[in-house]
């Protein structure tokens, strides 16, 4: 049927970890929107990070009633970074949709952005306007942003995105000149470039289960954006070192001259020199961590790992990408 083949192809591609409890729920949001689109036909590509609950029985049972419902399961948990980026670039689409399967991307935006890309737009990010997640981690994350986009080696840093969003093929061919084993793909879409849209929404609360981005997550993904694009904490390291040692010496000039002078009463104690000797230990000890993040990034890249090992594909007719097994 000629009508079927000149059909454009959407991908819509998602992680999960334990999702038991909304995956359903997002296959039947995201299949209700793409049926609806007649002119489009699609697949649904969702890579499973070895979840320990009901997840892949599910997601087993999906992929046998669609075939167009396509599964990776890895071999073992590799992070939602490296997961997730692995089953995105499998997107064989004309335009590939990146989402969570968490439902605090919803489904229906999916429309919009198909909206934005027949505009003529290559990528077309959902940014969150608002969250209903607390309010200190809103201004943790305005000052991140904020820190991020200021010192930034990338121009155009896009503000409170998480790559929930709609990338053309050319978006998507560029991205796989990218060797990076642990990529930081936000920063990546404000480096390529290309005609860019920003779609704002309200991130709804999670339905079931619990977030698997925790502090340390969270504190992960931000260390790696600024040492993907921002030479400034190496900088910042060099600059104070030579900003205390020249307070050191004026105090140390300040001290002796005192003395000199009150040599009979001043008595300097030992005060001083225990907060002194706490406050430069501090100092050495936090840039010898950022200097390690550095040489963290750097051994990574040098190992040239996969970004996952899969363990099994299902309803996949090429073989598995370059870069993963």
Known sequence: ???????????????????????????????????????????????????????????????????????????????PIRSGYNAFLQGSGDAVILMSSDLQDPPELILKMIEKWQEGYQVVAATKASSHEHSLMMLLRHFYYWMLSRFSDTDHIIQHFTGFGLYDRKVMNALKFYKDPVPYFRGFISEIGFKRAEIKFIQPPRKHGRS???????????????????????????????????????????????????????????????????????????????IGEYVGAILTQVKNHPLVIEDEKINFDEPPLEGSI
């Open 1 to 79: 049927m000629p009508g079927l083949i000149n059909k454009k192809k959407i991908s819509i591609v998602t992680g999960c970890y334990n999702e038991e409890g909304n995956l359903q729920e997002y296959y039947e949001r995201v299949i209700k929107v793409m049926l609806g689109l007649h002119q489009y036909s699609y697949e649904i590509i969702i890579a499973d990070n070895c979840s320990t609950d009901a997840s892949r029985e599910i997601l087993r049972k999906i992929a046998q009633v669609d075939k167009n419902f396509k599964v990776i399961f890895n071999a073992n948990n590799f992070g």
């Open 212 to 290: 698997k981005h925790d502090f340390f997550t969270l504190y992960d993904v931000a260390m790696t954006g600024f040492v993907n694009h921002s030479k400034l904490p190496l900088r910042l390291a060099t600059f104070s070192g030579f900003c205390l040692a020249g307070i050191s010496l004026l105090v140390a000039i300040v001290y002796f001259i005192y003395k000199l002078v009150r040599w009979d009463t001043f008595t300097m104690g030992l005060a001083p020199l225990v907060i002194g000797l706490f406050f430069f230990s501090a100092v050495q000890l936090i840039f010898i961590g950022i």
